[in-house]
């Protein structure tokens, strides 16, 4: 109400591309954790783990935290299991490590960027950066904001060139007519 029609229409679109983007990339989030659960969950049952629902609903609760969350689970699973069969808890890390590095390179940038319109490249990049930059919330938030700014770069460049288009061809137009 307090913009002019223009502003508040370009405002409006911004505002709903951020919700987009951060509505896409919590619930890409909660599949891919979903997902992460439900393979440790059989990987666990071949591997013949105890207590395999707990570790890996542990897995997967721990797992929607970006970056830390999934070894913030694995550290008391271990402890459980280590205090059950030590060669348990060794098979656990291992398996744990394998599959982190399976979401974090591969299931997860896919998933993610599916959800949000990000190419899985670009999340990688997302994360190492605003991580690196701004620690545990720039991990949480990177993403999101990212693709926003992914989002909105791509539209300003289309309309660019659309705009840039439009003069060449009313430029070919003028050339083509006769002179009077």
């Given at each position: 109400?307090?913009?002019?029609?223009?502003?508040?229409?370009?405002?409006?679109?911004?505002?709903?591309?951020?919700?987009?983007?951060?509505?896409?990339?919590?619930?890409?989030?909660?599949v891919?954790?979903?997902?992460?659960?439900?393979i440790?969950?059989?990987?666990?049952?071949?591997?013949?783990?105890?207590?395999?629902?707990?570790?890996?609903?542990?897995?997967?609760?721990?797992?929607?935290?970006?970056?830390?969350?999934?070894?913030?689970?694995?550290?008391?699973?271990?402890?459980?299991?280590?205090?059950?069969?030590p060669?348990?808890?060794?098979?656990?890390v291992?398996?744990t490590?394998?599959?982190?590095?399976?979401?974090?390179?591969?299931?997860?940038?896919?998933?993610?960027?599916?959800?949000?319109?990000?190419?899985?490249?670009?999340?990688?990049?997302?994360?190492?950066?605003?991580g690196?930059?701004?620690?545990?919330?720039g991990?949480?938030?990177?993403?999101?904001?990212?693709?926003?700014?992914?989002?909105l770069?791509?539209?300003?460049?289309?309309q660019?060139?659309?705009?840039?288009?439009?003069?060449?061809?009313?430029?070919?137009?003028?050339?083509?007519?006769?002179?009077?």
């Amino acid at each position: 109400a307090i913009f002019p029609q223009h502003v508040a229409s370009v405002l409006s679109a911004v505002f709903r591309q951020i919700c987009r983007s951060f509505t896409g990339f919590f619930n890409g989030k909660i599949v891919d954790s979903i997902i992460i659960g439900i393979i440790s969950f059989f990987a666990l049952q071949l591997l013949g783990m105890p207590y395999v629902v707990l570790l890996s609903v542990v897995i997967g609760v721990t797992n929607v935290i970006p970056f830390f969350g999934p070894f913030m689970g694995a550290i008391p699973n271990t402890m459980i299991l280590f205090i059950i069969d030590p060669v348990k808890a060794l098979e656990y890390v291992i398996f744990t490590l394998v599959l982190q590095q399976f979401d974090g390179n591969v299931l997860g940038p896919r998933i993610l960027g599916d959800s949000i319109g990000l190419p899985p490249l670009w999340v990688l990049v997302s994360i190492v950066v605003s991580g690196g930059l701004f620690g545990f919330a720039g991990m949480l938030l990177g993403v999101p904001l990212f693709a926003v700014i992914y989002s909105l770069l791509g539209s300003w460049t289309r309309q660019r060139l659309a705009e840039k288009q439009e003069r060449e061809a009313a430029a070919a137009a003028a050339a083509a007519q006769p002179p009077a």
